[in-house]
């Protein structure tokens, strides 16, 4: 497929177009035709703008259309074929049978968000009637709903070039919303985006909406990705990323005259908690499921395990035994970019440098070694130096882990007391331990976004119950996730309408409920009409 290497602007191709990057190919380190053009500010300025102006009819589309709309993109990428599939794997190193499972996904979270719109409810319709009559003061007539926010920049992330980018979660939710959407490209992968991006304009097309709906911009976040989110028609931003890459962005949107949300997943250790009779009943089995856990997408997941904790006892001595033998087994693979890789060793060297840190195992380099090659490996280090040395807490992006070794479970529950806020916590132990470890599962749901109980962080369900999200520094906002159908909420804002008559209210808030919608009315949850 012909990539042309410029912005996608509310349906036409960027003329202008500044500095030009190419991709690089992570397993080989050799760069990748065509030559991709960084936007100027007034393309930014262009996209946002026609975000504002298409926002105005897309907000009040029907359902119906937005429903269409979503599956339409989904069949558009579907239809890209092999090709969209042959070049994220040239850009990410990523395996093609990852990425099918990865495209299944995107398009699989699109459908589901088109489900979610058609049926309705989401919008949080509650309706209580006037009450004239009522003393010693009459009740107006209130009505409420959540309404999107407006214009949406998404921030494309690294580990997830098709399922968190350009038509990702992030997009699928704030157009499900009924957000029009502005999606800054990761540099990584950008004949991805424009491929996908083309897609997405094709479905808008093909659905009779308006261009200005969706827009693809290049250029660099410290640039044009900070002008995006400045630009005063910008309501929200959506960023999966680095902690320091969510920090800058927030400070941006916070020092704005009007400050917007960021909703940024941004750094998760995914601490792991092992119990002495969980590793007496299956400890080997337990060592080999982590060292899938973490080395799985050579370990750039957001909810890779990147902390064990367990007690000293001859079960956890056999356990380090079979968790040594699967690390030195483990195999090497190309990280989806050099940057990545380079600061996957800087962390991993800084973290196996601090007091009392010793490596358990590693895995064999291969004499041809690629030039972003990511070799797993294990560290080990005592409660007692992770109580007094918080860098020990630092995410190395990357397939390493550090296990930590108490002398009891005073010190086992300390531990879990000083991390910060995560994305996951999973506790493995048998049924009488996991009863009377109560007061530590209480801990960790104040801790993570998500709990998992005899299982492995990694892999995260795209479905209604799902969060993944978590305190600070996790993410900006632990009260909203970025994966299931609840990820919508971010972009949604609630509205009264207090007074109104029936032909000035929206659709879900008339009296005939003409879209059969779950209401609370006066209280009560009911798709009935109003008497």
Known sequence: MHLHGYSLLAGHRGALGGATFRASNPATGETLAPDFHEALPAEADEAVNAAAVAFA???????????????????????????????????????????????????????????????????????????????????????????????????????????????????????????????????????????????????????????????????????????????????????????????ALCAAAAARPHPIPVFAEMSSLNPVFLMPGALRERGPAIAQGLVVSFTLGVGQFCTKPGLVFACRSPETEAFLAALAAAVRAAPCAPMLSAGIHAAFLENRASVSALPGVTELAAASTPAAMPPTLGCPSIAVATAKNFLRTPALATEAFGPFTVVVLADSFDEFSACAHTLAGQLTATVHGDAGELAAAQPLLELLAQKAGRLVLNAYPTGVEVCPAMHHGGPYPATTDARFTSVGTAALLRFARPVCYQGFPAALLPPALRDENPLGLWRLVNGSLSRDALA
Request: proline share 7%; aromatic share 4%.
């Open 57 to 247: 009819q897309f907000r009040i589309v029907a359902p119906e259309i937005r429903a269409r709309l979503l599956e339409t993109i989904a069949a558009e990428i579907e239809a890209l074929g092999e090709p969209l599939l042959q070049r994220c794997h040239e850009e990410t190193a990523l395996p093609l049978a990852r990425l099918r499972g990865e495209r299944a996904r995107t398009c699989g979270q699109l459908r589901l968000f088109a489900q979610v719109v058609r049926e309705g409810s989401w919008v949080d319709a509650r309706i209580d009637p006037a009450l004239p009559d009522r003393q010693p003061l009459p009740r107006p007539d209130v009505r409420r709903m959540l309404q999107p926010l407006g214009p949406v920049v998404v921030f494309g992330s690294s580990n997830f070039p098709l399922a968190f980018s350009v038509a990702g979660g992030d997009t699928a939710s704030a157009l499900a919303a009924g957000c029009t959407v502005v999606v800054k490209a990761h540099r990584s992968h950008p004949g991805t985006a424009e491929l996908v991006g083309g897609a997405i304009n094709r479905a808008i097309a093909a659905c009779g909406l308006p261009a200005g709906i969706f827009s693809l911009i290049h250029g660099g976040g410290a640039t044009i990705g900070l002008a995006l989110v400045r630009h005063p028609a910008t309501t929200a931003v959506g960023f999966t990323g680095s902690h320091a890459a969510g920090r």
